[in-house]
């Protein structure tokens, strides 16, 4: 059974409880509201993109009193806010304990076309104020919509962890080099090759700070890589077991550049949504017995695409090079000219293990570990099995593909002199939410998997190394 390959689109936005948006301050009026610690952040925190800070708080704490003294495009004014006081102001912000006061600054706000925001009161505020990652010019917001300031932070504080300082760096250099880049002489799609080369340099050694020779080299090997650009690439990505943490970095970044994604049925929607919303997914799923698109088309497709210079990401579930019938579309790429990039993937036979938590090779009873596919073109056994070496126990038998096929396959190896209490387990969904482990022996693994309502992806892991589990 066979079928197209079949563009869709990609997902609706899931519902926001507010949007992110970074607003430019510099050179316009921000009010303030208060006089403790808490409006004393805001104050800072307005200060530092260039806006122009008035402060209204009768008794201003010693912190809003230093802020005043450091900044000079800070204003302490220290007497209550009055309703002219909105007048012009691009946005106000207040840390109030008065609810009476509280209420009216939000009145005279909205009265003024002023959009607010009141520190705990998210019912009187426009907007909400996130806890950020500041390594200016990249900035990172995390928000709760006002549900948890607290966990805010602590997202935050992990994010901290993951973002070096020398990134900083690294985006000021962006912010510099954006008009030579501009003015280069680059073609578009030149000069997103300049950036992606950009990044990718960032993520290499993130200890190190962009140098002035980093610019120029960068343009000239985006330069010398226009006409392969310009002519299409490919990458074959490998999409992991099915958890989306799985996915590598490498893969991560192919998916957010590339222009058109071919995908599997056995990848997850939450991994394609990890490639940028402009780009095109096709669906050219192959599934054992059920319609699927033949494998000439989908090596056709990726030479058209690569042909239009599109960036092409080929996404494959688990590792692409293990039964993923790689080589056909690399051999079909070469063919007509094109060079295909692979990034590896977490293939499931490690899925499976981690999902039983048992290692699969031993120093005592599995020196070798073994794959194979129990599904071919004519749902059989393939000729070339070799069985003596499938049921050596001395192995560990990593079986893709192999619901339908395990009751015969049980018997075969059983027939070639593997013991009964052999430790075997069917792995259905490893590595996802929906992840089950059927337990037994290679003889009564069949029957217990009968018992289940078993619809796959399923990972059939046999040997005694399991026995440690």
């Not at 002219?84 to 005279?108: C, I, K, P, T, Y």
């Not at 990652?133 to 993951?162: D, Y």
């Not at 339908?404 to 490893?430: C, K, N, V, Y």
Request: charged letters at 25%; aromatic letters at 6%.
């Amino acid at each position: 059974m066979t079928r197209k390959p079949d563009e869709i689109s990609a997902d609706l936005m899931q519902p926001l409880a507010t949007l992110p948006v970074f607003y430019a301050l510099a050179g316009r009026r921000v009010l303030v509201i208060g006089g403790g610690e808490a409006a004393a952040w805001k104050v800072d925190l307005a200060a530092a993109t260039g806006a122009r800070v008035d402060v209204f708080a009768p008794a201003p704490c010693d912190k809003l009193r230093e802020i005043g003294e450091a900044r000079d495009n800070v204003s302490l004014h220290p007497r209550a806010v009055a309703p002219d006081d909105f007048a012009g102001a691009a946005m106000a912000l207040g840390a109030v304990e008065d609810d009476s006061l509280a209420r009216q600054a939000h009145q005279w706000a909205r009265a003024a076309g002023v959009p607010i925001n009141l520190a705990d009161r998210p019912a009187l505020s426009d907007f909400i104020m996130g806890a950020i990652v500041n390594r200016s010019p990249l900035v990172i917001g995390v928000s709760t919509g006002g549900a948890s300031p607290v966990f805010a932070q602590a997202v935050r504080g992990r994010i901290e962890t993951l973002v070096p300082a020398t990134f900083q760096a690294w985006a000021r250099a962006a912010q510099a080099w954006r008009p030579f880049v501009r003015a280069s002489g680059l073609d578009f799609l030149a000069r997103r090759d300049f950036w992606r080369r950009f990044t990718r340099l960032a993520f290499r050694d993130i200890e190190r700070a962009p140098q002035e020779d980093d610019r120029a080299a960068l343009v000239e090997e985006a330069r010398a890589g226009a006409e392969a650009t310009a002519r299409g690439r490919v990458t074959l990505v490998g999409a992991g077991p099915g958890d989306p943490e799985l996915l590598t970095l490498k893969g991560m970044r192919a998916l957010a550049g590339a222009d058109v994604v071919l995908f599997d049925d056995l990848v997850p929607a939450s991994i394609l949504d990890l490639a940028r919303r402009e780009a095109t997914r096709i669906n050219v799923g192959k599934r054992g017995y059920a319609p699927s698109v033949r494998q000439e088309e989908i090596s056709a497709l990726l030479v058209e695409l690569a042909r239009e210079g599109k960036n092409v990401v080929r996404l494959k579930g688990g590792d692409p090079l293990i039964f993923g019938r790689a080589n056909e579309e690399i051999a079909a790429l070469r063919e007509a000219g094109f060079s295909i990039e692979i990034v590896p993937g977490v293939t499931a036979a490690c899925a499976g293990g981690a999902a039983i938590g048992a290692s699969l090779t031993s120093r005592e009873t599995a020196r070798r570990l073994q794959f194979i596919t129990a599904h071919t073109k004519d749902g059989e056994f393939p000729e070339d099995f070799d069985w003596g070496a499938l049921a050596d126990e001395r192995a560990t038998t990593a079986v893709y593909m192999g619901n339908r096929t395990l009751p015969a396959l049980s018997r075969r190896l059983l027939q070639e002199g593997m013991s009964h209490d052999t430790p075997a387990f069917l792995i259905e969904r490893a590595s996802t939410p929906q992840e089950r482990v059927v337990k037994g022996t290679i003889a009564d693994l069949p029957s217990k998997a009968a018992e289940q309502t078993i619809v796959g992806p399923v990972m059939v892991l046999i040997g005694w190394a399991l026995a440690e589990n």
